[in-house]
């Protein structure tokens, strides 16, 4: 009779085959959310070649399969291992700021606390409780009728206007929280935000993270602990605990902030290199990206003999419609299919000047789309 490891595992196979029936090239917008990928791989992993990120991309979208069906399985906690100070994993009587990311099956940090028999409040995005709110719900509710659990869980949407104040509440109860640090899609900063984020390094580049983990931490003397999910080679998904994360009683809380904050990117940097396909936070990292300051040139540089730059650009379809893609800015511009034709086979081309104009062509070199 097979083990529950060998079932999972068979499971997880059954999930392998069907992902691999699709054809990703026919799926619609999945040539813009490739290139965004990629684009962003890049700026933050540079030593990646750019002819691996295809392979990754694919590898990424298959563990978000894998993580969709851990949240519908039972057992995937009963498989999980732990590494780190695991010890921080079990129950306590003093509550805990679990800090986690989207890295491996994330969402198996609040299955395994929840079993551990912690009272537990999820934060998250509203789109993400919309989305996958109901699933959650039912895993915690098959876990409390399998092991008889009366422990405590509730979600709180992170952009409701009593969030703070709300979880405030909870981590005074003795309750643990459970919070994304690396951020959503719909938690990016917006105009009018900028109190509430901090710039931290992630690798070589900065990022905007919201400060309100800290926030909490010093202001209820609750420790962060950060946790890094990810699945090994052999499938078996790992939840490493690191060194918590003590507020100083009297400390300047924005140096408290500051300090925590960048930690918990620290921490998190080389799991990252390890395990860069696991991660789903590529799709939307961009959108907290801290811009890069750019020497403006306002003399035009004498062009002879153009090439496109491939390093800055990427071309492709949406919805049909050519689009020239900026993987330094993340900006779309949507192009006539001559002028795409024309970047493809701008080496065959003895004057680009004379074919696309004086103005348009002092413009593609400005934008240094051509160089």
């Known amino acids: 009779m097979p083990t529950a490891k060998q079932l999972y595992k068979q499971e997880l196979d059954h999930c392998r085959d069907h992902f691999e029936r699709v054809d990703l090239l026919k799926e619609r917008g999945y040539l813009m959310k490739f290139t965004t990928f990629s684009a962003t791989v890049e700026n933050f992993l540079p030593t990646i070649s750019r002819q691996k990120h295809a392979t990754m991309f694919r590898e990424l979208l298959l563990q978000q399969i894998f993580t969709s069906f851990d949240q519908k399985c039972l057992t995937a906690g009963d498989l999980v291992k732990l590494r780190g100070a695991s010890q921080l994993l079990k129950k306590s009587d003093t509550p805990k ?8 099956s994330y969402r198996l940090l609040t299955s395994v606390l929840f079993r551990q028999g912690i009272d537990c409040v999820l934060l998250v995005g509203s789109n993400m409780n919309r989305t996958q709110g109901d699933g959650m719900a039912e895993h915690i509710e098959g876990l409390r009728k399998k092991h008889g659990l009366t422990n405590v869980f509730r979600v709180v949407e992170a952009g409701s206007p009593s969030a703070g104040l709300t979880v405030l509440r909870e981590l ?76 100083i009683v009297r400390s300047d809380r924005e140096i408290y902030c500051q300090e925590a904050m960048q930690q918990l990117y620290d921490e998190f940097w080389p799991f990252l290199i390890r395990y860069p396909e696991q991660w789903e936070g590529w799709n ?19 062009v002879l003999r153009p090439a496109f730059n491939e390093a800055r650009y990427s071309l492709c379809d949406l919805q049909q419609a050519p689009i020239l893609f900026d993987r330094q800015l993340y900006q779309t511009y949507e192009i006539t299919e001559d002028l795409r034709d024309l970047l493809l086979n701008i080496n065959t081309v003895e004057s680009v000047e004379d074919i696309v104009g004086q103005e348009v062509f002092g413009e593609l070199i400005d934008m240094e789309v051509l160089h």
């Open 284 to 302: 939307y990292i961009h959108s907290f990206l801290e811009p890069q300051t750019h020497t403006d040139s306002s003399a035009r540089k004498d």
């Open 97 to 104: 700021i679990y800090c986690t990311y989207h890295l491996g």
């Open 172 to 247: 005074k109860a003795g309750r643990s929280l459970i919070v994304f640090v690396d951020g959503s899609a719909e938690t990016a900063p917006e105009a009018g935000e900028e109190t509430q984020f901090l710039s931290v390094r992630l690798g070589n580049r900065r990022v905007l993270t919201r400060k309100g983990v800290g926030y909490l931490s010093h202001a209820t003397g609750i420790p962060i602990v950060p946790v890094v999910s990810y699945r090994e080679p052999d499938m078996t998904n790992i939840l490493h605990c690191l060194k918590p994360i003590r507020p």
